[in-house]
């Protein structure tokens, strides 16, 4: 195989562009598969891991950590692509820190990620054939502004980050072409409309469940990036688990699963008392977690109750409620808390990339 030890320790210090990328940790494969596809769609490059670049452009060279197999995780992220790119990577040694480096040539054909093709534009990977998602021109402004705000928090994200919010704007992109179902009137007054209201107790659900299924996937990141967060005093692994896999990376990956497969669900509270990874990083307050709780009730109402108000959800909700009646929300109340709740996720994400230097798109 071609050693590119030299050309690696040559760039080594530049800053990242269209042909250079560095990430402090080793990402989920799929981030890997999305950088691989936009320098082979562009004009090549360089990912070097174990290398951070701060914000004032500063180079932190750290090293990648020996419980690290990166060469199982590029083949995973080779396989997602079609078809397969030009290729090369291997471990570097740079000031007696191990990094590991992947080349990628530019490709003579066009390279895809499950039907999505990235291109590089600077420093930065974007879709070259986005979904169409485009609003209405005369469509309502509360979610033309909520759309807005959606794609200002996709800058500098997590891979987890970046699925919930096109979720969030697939979610208004249906709100807005069903309009004469969700709001014939006012988007301000639940729609009375029997199918509208179907959809919507539908839509909502998803939204709720859109952000538990964020934090469970940025807590297999953080175990990812931090396989030391993953030891527990409660759980340990028995020596055939530990020899069923090839390799470190491999039981890392299976050991995270594990562990998020016997998460509480339905909770945000009880998910964060049992995941220090998210409790320390403070940024959801004890009245953000209320307001969280108020909203999977409401998703539990909608799911199992088809919307019709118990003494359960009574009991839990600070509101009058009348038992037996159809709990039905508006347009306008599902934006607020759809944004609410990609607030949270921004914050949230941002504390972690921080806190753990996690891989961002």
């Known amino acids: 195989m071609i050693d590119i030890t030299s050309e690696v320790n040559k760039i080594i210090g530049k800053g990242e562009g269209l042909h ?5 940790v080793l990402p989920p494969s799929r981030n890997i598969a999305q950088l691989i596809c936009a320098f082979a769609n562009t004009e090549g490059g360089f990912i070097i891991l174990g290398i951070l670049e701060k914000p004032n452009g500063q180079i932190e060279i750290s090293g990648l950590s020996e419980d690290f197999r990166a060469k199982s995780i590029t083949h995973k992220a080779i396989d997602l692509l079609t078809p397969k790119p030009q290729v090369v990577y291997q471990y570097v040694l740079h000031d007696s820190k191990k990094l590991y480096a992947i080349k990628i040539d530019k490709s003579d054909e066009i390279i895809s990620l499950e039907g999505r093709i990235y291109i590089r534009d600077g420093a930065f990977v974007r879709l070259k054939n986005p979904d169409e998602l485009g609003l209405k021109e005369k469509g309502l402004v509360e979610i033309k502004t909520a759309s807005s705000t959606l794609d200002g928090y996709k800058l500098n994200a997590t891979y987890s980050k970046i699925e919930i919010i096109t979720h969030y704007k697939s979610t208004l992109k249906i709100l807005d072409d069903l309009g004469h179902l969700f709001y ?15 959809l919507m107790r539908l839509l909502f659900s998803s939204v709720a469940d859109s952000f538990e299924i964020y934090l469970s996937e940025l807590l297999y990141e953080i175990f990812l990036a931090k396989p030391q967060t993953l030891i527990s ?40 008392d049992e995941n220090d990874q998210i409790k320390k990083l403070n940024a959801i307050r004890t009245s953000d977690i209320d307001e969280i709780e ?7 109402l909608y799911a199992h109750k088809n919307g019709i108000i118990d003494e359960k959800f ?3 909700m600070s509101e009058n409620h009348v038992l037996g009646e159809e709990h039905r929300m508006s347009v306008d109340e599902v934006c607020n808390k759809l944004l609410y709740l990609a607030e949270i996720v921004n914050k949230v994400d941002t504390a972690a990339i921080q806190k753990y230097k996690l891989a961002t798109v």
């Open 20 to 24: 250079l990328e560095y990430k402090a």
């Open 184 to 198: 014939p009137e006012n988007s301000g007054e639940p729609t009375a409309i029997r199918e509208g209201r179907i």
């Open 233 to 272: 005093d409660s759980q340990t692994a028995t020596l055939k688990e530990v020899l069923s896999c090839s390799d470190m990376q491999e039981f890392i990956e299976y050991w995270a699963k594990k562990k998020l497969g016997k998460l509480q669900r339905g909770s945000v509270k009880a998910f964060i």
């Open 294 to 300: 108020k909203i999977f009730q409401i998703r539990h």
């Open 314 to 316: 009574v009991q839990n």
